[in-house]
């Protein structure tokens, strides 16, 4: 299993903008896995933000961040990103990065994903 490593969270204002990054800590790759970010808001259950293929060609995103997050991947640097825009007081949680190698990425379950982040908190004040 790899080991992921989130970063790039923090407190901003309503409109503002964040780039998460995830990589690999443990010195394995990415490639073959297609990847996730989850999100977890205070007293909610975690849910699915966006998927990206292994190679990076297919992405899938909730419909409540499609058109402001986007989702990529540099298998250069085993690091994938989340770019997010326009960010809501609604996007505030516990932001984590997945790796998994079966089923789909139109289909992510979290069953799905094998390995996991720790988090990384975003803050989005209005």
């Known amino acids: 299993q790899v080991q992921l490593v989130e970063s790039g969270g923090g407190l901003v204002q309503a409109g503002g903008s964040l780039r998460l990054a995830c990589a690999e800590a443990?010195?394995?790759?990415?490639?073959?896995?297609?990847m996730g970010w989850f999100r977890q808001a205070p007293g909610k259950e975690r849910e699915f933000v966006a998927t990206?293929?292994?190679?990076?060609?297919?992405?899938y995103y909730a419909n409540s961040v499609k058109d402001r997050f986007t989702i990529s991947r540099d298998s250069a640097k085993n690091t994938v990103y989340l770019q997010m825009n326009s960010l809501k007081p609604e996007d505030t949680a516990v932001y984590y990065c997945?790796?998994?190698?079966?089923?789909?990425?139109?289909?992510?379950?979290?069953?799905?994903?094998?390995?996991w982040g720790q988090g990384t908190q975003v803050t989005v004040s209005s």
């Open positions: 443990s010195g394995r790759t990415f490639i073959g896995y297609f």
């Open positions: 990206i293929s292994w190679n990076g060609l297919s992405t």
């Open positions: 997945a790796a998994g190698h079966r089923g789909s990425i139109y289909d992510p379950r979290e069953t799905y994903f094998d390995s």
